[in-house]
């Protein structure tokens, strides 16, 4: 408050029956209201629920909240009932001084999906300051020469509110030679005039009372003592060159800058006619020491620092008065007008909605707020917002006023890039403009928009029969580019193609195969199963082949030479004589097949340097074991696949005997038909 209010409890009974409220629909989905100042708290503004389309069912699931920039938490809404009420009391003066308009800008937010509405409340002015003078009493000197019409100066009262409730009317005490002269229009010049003439000798002193009033429903007043004192002799007062000195003057002008010079001069003579100037008072009167005069010359100095954006105009009152025995006055007024320079930088906040970003983000999604102010005016208050680098998935979007929103444009992978920095300039449209800038960091939030891969989609394993149960017989691996939990993998086995459960199974973790049982290459010579590894969203599978291997078959590991000195290939074998479990992991040389029984080596392009015809020989056997190696070449004009190929097969004379099963005798005389096949030309 600015002063005491004086019968202000009717009026606050008042305020607490009559609500002045108004609500409509502006441009960009902007809602208005209207509160009387210094509402009691709980007092009704809107229904905000409502006039925004809402249901007051889903405020609290939507996470419905109101955002009030720089002025406290002056309002509420009930989230039971969807009513935007009053929180704490509101001091129109204190919030907006004497501007004529004074409106709180709230930002509600709603999410799923996400909704900035803005609402303005505008605080409506109450007749709660009276009217208040300078000083309680006034002292003038008046030459009882002076003629009936002369006309004196007089200082107005001051009211805190603005409008009808600011605007005041004055009323003299009565008396017989003193008449009150106000003009509301133009400058609102006050004073009295002289309506009959003055004997000092009569009376030698006036005192008479001043009331000030304003327009209010509620009159409030305020008062001074005039003490008018009648002069004898000296009876020209200073007459200045003009009545009224406009001046026009940049905020940043320097201390002590010359402001203007007023001149008066005095008809009379002598030391009468010498003045001295003075300033009686400065409009606002808190900056009273803000200029000085020179009392000889009178020439007005910056006395201090401007700042528009503070106050953008001044009102000096000076007065010349003569050095007379008894001295007069003259009056003038200096109105000053400051003008902006461009010496504010635009302030910025950011209000990050979503971070992280989810990957998977719809385009149009609002990321962040972003408000800009600058406190000058004009093109120095003009404020355009820009974003660097250049093409990134984001742009801003002008959303009301100085607002912006920072919105996804594009698509984003966060196994691409993972987070997104960039900086949001605000640059001022003043001649030398001037640029604030915050640097932004968007982590982008991952998603499981990835499958798991394989190394590769076929695998093909030699496993030796009766292998122990619980053999580890091969390790398939994935991978998946997601992060944390959607990257984790986990393996299991499609029985789609072959009941397995009762062969293999695989580690859920590490996908390790392991065989459950022994395996008998004359039950079971080929399995093929897909390990698949579980994701929420994604399944890859690879296939693998476990080729049965027969116990006369590659015992050691044998080495094919070609002539002497000439090419050698080596391949890995498998020994059937072996103990270690991770012994049928190895799989045949590449550009090898398996056929049953029989490994087949074939010279194709892929071979650096193929042996032409007649240089290699056309069988090899390899010393300890029961194999015979056979080599075919065709004819270089031949149809058929033009590569050489070499075949293992079991020698003739050399027969192992398999161990017998437990079972009946038809069961042995099929092991033994088995053990007896010669596949050396396969």
């Known amino acids: ?53 809402l249901e007051v069912s889903e405020l609290v699931p939507r996470m419905f909240r109101v955002i009030s920039k720089s002025h406290g938490d002056y309002f509420e809404v009930n989230l039971q009932n969807g009513i935007l009420f009053v929180n704490s009391q509101i001091d129109r003066e204190e ?27 505008e605080i409506t002015d109450i007749n709660d300051n009276a009217p208040f003078f300078m000083a309680k009493e006034e002292s003038l000197f008046i030459l009882e020469s002076r003629l009936v019409g002369s006309f004196f100066p007089l200082e107005g009262a001051v009211d805190a509110d603005v409008g009808i409730n600011a605007q005041l009317n004055y009323q003299l005490s009565p008396n017989e030679h003193f008449l009150l002269d106000f003009q509301q229009s133009g400058d609102n010049s006050l004073g009295f005039i002289i309506k009959k003439s003055l004997d000092r000798e009569d009376i030698s002193v006036y005192r008479l009372l001043l009331t000030a009033f304003d327009g209010g429903q509620t009159v409030l007043t305020g008062t001074i003592h005039l003490v008018i004192t009648v002069l004898d002799v000296n009876d020209n ?12 003057m940049l905020e940043n002008a320097s201390n002590g800058t010359l402001v203007t010079k007023i001149n008066a001069t005095d008809l009379d003579e002598g030391i009468n006619k010498e003045i001295l100037y003075s300033i009686r008072s400065v409009t606002p009167p808190k900056l009273s020491t803000i200029f000085k005069i020179d009392p000889n010359t ?19 009152r000076a007065e010349a008065t003569d050095k007379g025995a008894y001295p007069l006055s003259g009056h003038c007024k200096v109105l000053i007008d400051i003008l902006d320079v461009n010496d504010n930088v635009p302030e910025m906040l950011v209000t990050f909605l979503l971070v992280p970003v989810p ?50 444009v594009e698509p984003l992978d966060r196994e691409q890039v993972n987070e997104y920095r960039m900086v949001v300039i605000a640059r001022d449209e003043g001649t030398s403009p001037l640029s604030a800038s915050s640097s932004l960091v968007l982590p982008i939030g991952d998603v499981n928009d ?76 080929l399995l093929e199963f897909q390990p698949k590894p579980p994701n929420p969203d994604w399944r890859y599978s690879a296939s693998l082949r476990a080729g049965m291997q027969g116990p006369g078959h590659m015992e050691e590991a044998g080495g094919l030479r070609v002539g002497p000195g000439g090419p050698e ?113 396969q």
């Open 1 to 53: 408050m600015v002063v005491p209010r004086r019968g202000y409890s009717g009026w606050r009974q008042l305020l607490q029956l009559v609500l002045l409220h108004t609500a409509w629909e502006m441009g960009s989905g902007q809602l208005h209201y209207s509160v009387l100042e210094e509402s009691q708290h709980g007092t009704f503004v809107g229904r905000i629920t409502q006039d925004l389309g």
């Open 95 to 121: 919030l907006c001084a004497k501007s004529p308009v004074c409106a709180i800008h709230l930002e509600v937010i709603v999410d799923k999906p996400l909704r900035v509405f803005h609402v303005e409340v």
């Open 237 to 248: 007062p200073p007459i200045f060159s003009q009545s009224v000195y406009k001046i026009q």
């Open 298 to 316: 009178g020439q007005i100095r910056l006395n201090g620092e401007l700042d528009y954006e503070d106050t953008n105009s001044y009102e000096i």
């Open 359 to 408: 990957e998977d983000s719809s385009l149009g999604m609002e990321v962040a707020l972003i408000s800009i102010s600058d406190r000058d005016s004009g093109a120095n208050g003009q404020v355009n917002c820009s974003l660097w680098p250049p093409k990134l998935p984001f742009k801003l979007v002008s959303t009301f006023r100085n607002y912006y929103s920072l919105t996804l």
């Open 450 to 525: 990835n499958a798991p891969i394989f190394g590769q989609p076929t695998y093909t394993v030699f496993v030796k029969e009766n292998n122990p149960p619980g053999t580890h017989i091969f390790t398939v691996s994935a991978s998946d580019p997601d992060m944390a939990e959607n990257a984790l993998v986990s393996y299991w086995l499609d029985e789609k193609q072959w009941p397995l459960s009762s062969y293999i199974s695989v580690h859920s973790e590490s996908g390790k195969l392991y065989a459950l049982q022994p395996l008998d290459y004359e039950e079971v010579k």
């Open 569 to 681: 290939q080596q391949w890995p074998t498998v020994s059937s004589a072996t103990t270690e479990p991770e012994a049928g992991e190895v799989s045949p040389p590449v550009g090898a097949g398996v056929n049953s029984n029989s490994w087949t080596f074939k010279y194709g392009p892929g071979n650096p340097k193929p042996p032409g015809p007649g240089e290699l020989p056309d069988k090899f056997i390899i010393p300890g074991s029961p194999a015979i190696i056979s080599i075919r070449q065709d004819p270089p004009n031949s149809q058929t696949d033009k590569s050489d190929f070499i075949t293992f097969g079991k020698k003739e004379e050399t027969k192992k005997k398999k161990k017998k099963k437990k079972g009946n005798k038809a069961q042995e005389k099929k092991e033994k038909g088995h053990s007896t096949t010669d596949n050396s030309d």
